[in-house]
């Protein structure tokens, strides 16, 4: 990832955002992320906000700057994420809730593998991210073995999912 101590004026900036939004409006896959404090960045150590793009362009941004690019965001993603009502998106949100914190350390090792270029540890992290997966689906499936009345499989007998189901695919 190239690195840069490039800023940005609020115009430029804005420039950009209207220009990503655009791209995205036309179903173009952009790679855009932020990253601010308390975050540290151990090469960088007097950038506090950043900004990516298709992970190779990095922005200094101010304070005032990065909280526009968090709300930008939080607008797109609300946009394109309507409130789950369907049971495939609701039934487990207990389980989702329980995973995501766990998730959420080891997604941020990841990204510091990746700022730094360390490959083993971004092995490492990726590695760690698909076993709690793997754990907790085991116990959410187990848990719900423990429901299930007409049938009690074998939690070896229940085999793996390789593909995701289809939307309106139950």
Same mark, same amino acid.
């Given at each position: 990832?190239?690195?840069?101590?490039?800023?940005?004026?609020? !115009?430029?900036?804005?420039?950009?955002?209207?220009?990503? !939004? /655009?791209?995205?409006?036309?179903?173009?896959?952009?790679?855009?992320?932020?990253?601010?404090?308390?975050?540290?960045?151990?090469?960088?150590?007097? @950038?506090?906000? @950043?900004?990516?793009? !298709?992970?190779?362009?990095?922005? /200094?941004?101010?304070?005032?700057?990065?909280?526009?690019?968090?709300?930008?965001?939080?607008?797109?993603?609300?946009?394109?994420? !309507?409130?789950?009502?369907?049971?495939?998106?609701?039934?487990?949100?207990?389980?989702?809730?329980?995973?995501?914190?766990?998730?959420?350390?080891?997604?941020?090792?990841?990204?510091?593998?990746?700022?730094?270029?360390?490959?083993?540890?971004?092995?490492?992290? =990726?590695?760690?991210?698909?076993?709690?997966?793997?754990?907790? =689906?085991?116990?959410?499936?187990?848990?719900?073995?423990?429901?299930?009345?007409?049938?009690?499989?074998?939690?070896?007998?229940?085999?793996?999912? =390789?593909?995701?189901?289809?939307?309106?695919?139950?």
């Amino acid at each position: 990832m190239k690195m840069s101590k490039r800023t940005w004026t609020g !115009e430029e900036l804005q420039q950009h955002l209207d220009e990503w !939004e /655009a791209r995205l409006g036309k179903g173009e896959k952009l790679a855009i992320s932020l990253v601010s404090r308390p975050a540290t960045f151990p090469l960088y150590p007097s @950038m506090d906000n @950043m900004l990516i793009f !298709e992970n190779e362009q990095i922005a /200094a941004l101010t304070d005032a700057q990065a909280k526009a690019v968090e709300f930008w965001l939080q607008r797109l993603y609300c946009q394109q994420h !309507e409130t789950p009502t369907h049971p495939r998106d609701t039934q487990f949100a207990g389980f989702a809730k329980l995973l995501y914190p766990e998730l959420g350390y080891l997604f941020a090792a990841l990204y510091s593998a990746r700022l730094q270029n360390d490959e083993r540890r971004v092995e490492q992290a =990726t590695q760690a991210i698909k076993t709690r997966i793997a754990r907790r =689906t085991y116990d959410l499936v187990k848990n719900g073995m423990k429901y299930i009345h007409d049938w009690m499989p074998d939690i070896s007998d229940i085999p793996d999912i =390789t593909a995701w189901p289809k939307d309106g695919e139950e």
